[in-house]
């Protein structure tokens, strides 16, 4: 890594290389030391792990002031250099405590290569990133994201205090891997950010760093229930449409089973054990001072229909049977145009929602086209000249077509990202108003053929009652036992209406409950948060090595074998009890020691994805006995990551002569400062 401060009359800067297994930076206080890790943490956007907000996080050397030539001198600009690897690609990360002329501080820049190692004649072409606002662990442009693919990592979603759900971010995740001088190393477990309000961030950064299968069946717990609320709102809407369906006609619903409740899941809706019902057994009709069930009501009007229609009758004259012949023409060519009209709608409706998916595909897309133009308008906005990640999928935003291979015009006008996104935005109106239309179409379309049902219903009715008469009787009624017949025809066709379009609904109903009993299986069968038996080996290797590392390091406030890792909270527990600490303060530091060194460990042997890296400020605190640090960084130098030896950079203060001591036979390296950091 490389940092360094500008100022008028000259630079003050600091290089170093850390190396795989144990690493010591020795200085005296005050000379730098916590300025170096900070320093590393500041240039992948971590300084939430140090602590809300960005004051305090560097000192002055790299933000107000610093020394040059004896004097102290104002910082122009600085910057800190980075070089990381994940073990198969190695990139170099830039950020500036204070940035050059249009350039703002939340601004990283990202190389792929090893630019401070190995000397290049050209660069590459450099990738831009932000942090310190909203979307750096979700969106394409913030670098959280990008660091977490680049580290192999799935961050998990986990719940928060206000019940949303948001992402395991990485400043949490830091609390396990940098422990910081001043605060760090009070309590017996990491202090965990708290501004996130991540319910329980301890517990889930290690089962994320463990993998757990815990943390798995916990994600999919979330999503399941997530599944549940939207069919929740799915069974409501088609309730509410049945409820209100049968209101019109003076009907109501029977055997209603309320979403979640325990009969919901143990019976069918609606009695259909065979998973159909006729609608008309569903639906209960108010008659004559009682609810009748919808099919009993259309068998008695099927009867009183009959009934009106036996009359006495006498023989039609010609002129009468010629006229009733034209008025059956009529109707019945009415009724083939009717079945044209309706057979017109259908296909409309059918081609509108072909168009209609083709839409929302095309409006989700310019969706994601207008967050990526959000993330290009913050990167310039912060500084970046070029967002070639932010572009880089090479597709036309409207037709996906790929722009690989098209030529343009030299000289062109080009628009700026202003005016792109402003175009984007208003491609995604106007494909908002589309949509829209097409809904409002549809709704005509459905209105239409409703009035078109009906009128066909009564044309039908109309052509059986000419039909009836050309049999060669003329009927003779009166008035009211006509009047009853129209009346009852007319309930008739209404109640078919409703059982036809009920049973469409009814139908949709069943499916969705049906779905739902799957997903609350599924659910079920998660079970409680419990471990699962690989879940409890690798909690018992972790505790066995915990155990292991405390009694290396001389823990005796208790016997080490009777300290065990609470499968809850992941905090060391005694017996029955949270460990909170009742010994000495060295003692607490050595447990410390040992938590954050057997994760490491732990995670590397069985699995995990710990990145085999721990940064440690100060670990010497409490003025705890030589023999426990000289086992401490023995141990340090000894540990293993996933991919051999883990990363353990530290701080201390003590002589050069004594550290020698205390890793003699060991292998490390040191980064001596000899007076401060930046000179």
Not at 33 to 43: C, E, H, P, W
Not at 348 to 358: D, H, K, P, T, V
Not at 503 to 532: P, Y
Not at 591 to 618: F, I
């Amino acid at each position: 890594m490389t940092i360094k401060s500008l100022t008028p009359e000259g630079a003050a800067g600091f290089e170093s290389r850390f190396r795989d297994g144990l690493t010591v930076i020795r200085a005296k206080n005050s000379s730098g030391k916590t300025l170096l890790l900070n320093s590393i943490m500041y240039a992948l956007g971590l300084e939430g792990a140090l602590k809300p907000g960005k004051q305090g996080v560097l000192t002055t050397a790299l933000t107000r002031t610093v020394k040059v030539q004896g004097a102290e001198r104002p910082v122009r600009q600085s910057w800190i250099d980075l070089e990381i690897t994940n073990g198969r690609k190695t990139i170099t990360v830039r950020r500036y405590p204070v940035p050059p002329e249009g350039i703002k501080s939340d601004l990283i820049t990202v190389w792929d290569g090893p630019l401070l190692t190995e000397s290049r004649n050209e660069a590459s072409e450099p990738r831009y990133y932000y942090v310190g606002r909203g979307g750096t662990a979700q969106n394409e442009g913030g670098f959280h994201n990008f660091l977490a693919r680049f580290l192999g990592w799935d961050l998990p979603v986990v719940p928060t205090y206000s019940g949303k759900e948001i992402p395991l971010y990485l400043q949490v995740l830091a609390a396990l891997f940098f422990v910081e001088q001043k605060q760090g190393w009070s309590g017996i477990v990491p202090k965990m950010p708290t501004q996130y309000q991540i319910r329980e961030p301890l517990r889930r950064s290690i089962e994320f760093y463990l993998r757990l299968d815990i943390m798995e069946r916990a994600r999919r717990r979330s999503e399941l229930q997530q599944g549940l609320t939207v069919l929740r709102a799915e069974y409501s809407a088609l309730r509410g449409a049945l409820d209100a369906a049968a209101q019109v006609s003076n009907a109501r619903v029977t055997n209603p089973s309320e979403f979640g409740s325990a009969a919901f899941y143990r019976t069918v809706l609606f009695g259909a054990e065979s998973g159909e019902v006729d609608a008309s057994q569903v639906l209960t009709v108010f008659h004559q001072d009682q609810w009748i069930s919808l099919e009993e009501m259309i068998l008695n009007l099927q009867s009183r229909i009959s009934e009106l229609e036996e009359v006495q009758r006498s023989r039609l004259t010609e002129t009468e049977a010629s006229a009733l012949n034209t008025l059956l023409s009529g109707a019945r060519e009415r009724l083939r145009q009717i079945t044209l009209e309706l057979q017109s709608i259908d296909d409309s409706a059918n081609m509108m929602y072909m168009q209609r998916g083709i839409l929302e595909k095309r409006r989700r897309l310019l969706e994601q086209e207008q967050r990526r133009y959000k993330d290009i308008a913050a990167l310039e906005n912060l500084g970046a000249e070029y967002s070639a990640h932010a572009i880089g999928h090479r597709d036309c935003p409207t037709c996906q077509q790929s722009l690989d291979g098209t030529e343009s015009l030299s000289g062109a006008p080009v628009l700026t990202t202003s005016e792109s996104a402003a175009l984007v935005g208003h491609q995604l109106e106007t494909i908002s108003n589309v949509i829209n239309d097409a809904e409002v179409g549809a709704r005509a379309n459905e209105a239409a053929r409703g009035s078109l049902e009906q009128e066909a219903g009564e044309v039908r009715a109309r052509i059986r009652a000419i039909q009836a008469d050309l049999e060669a009787e003329a009927p003779h009624v009166s008035v009211a036992r006509l009047q009853a017949r129209i009346a009852a025809e007319t309930r008739y066709q209404e109640l078919l209406r409703l059982r036809d379009s009920a049973q469409v609904t009814v139908n949709d109903l069943l499916d969705v409950q049906q779905r739902s009993k799957l997903v609350k299986q599924e659910l079920d069968g998660l079970g409680e948060e419990e471990l699962t038996a690989q879940d409890a080996a690798k909690l018992n290797t972790w505790q066995r090595e915990l155990q292991r590392l405390l009694s290396i390091f001389g823990f005796v406030v208790f016997a080490p074998r009777e300290i065990t890792v609470d499968p809850q909270g992941m905090r060391p527990a005694h017996g029955d009890s949270d460990l909170g600490f009742q010994g000495s303060a060295s003692d607490g530091l050595k447990l410390r020691w040992a938590y954050l060194l057997s994760l490491v460990q732990v995670s590397g042997r069985m699995g995990g994805c710990h990145p085999g890296l721990l940064m440690l400020d100060g670990p010497r605190m409490y003025d705890v006995e030589p023999t426990a640090m000289q086992a401490f960084l023995r141990s340090c130098s000894e540990l293993q990551s996933d991919s051999g030896r883990a990363q353990i950079i530290l701080t201390l203060s003590e002589e050069r002569g004594v550290v020698e001591e205390w890793l003699s036979g060991c292998e490390y390296e040191v980064v001596h400062i000899p007076d401060r950091l930046l000179n």
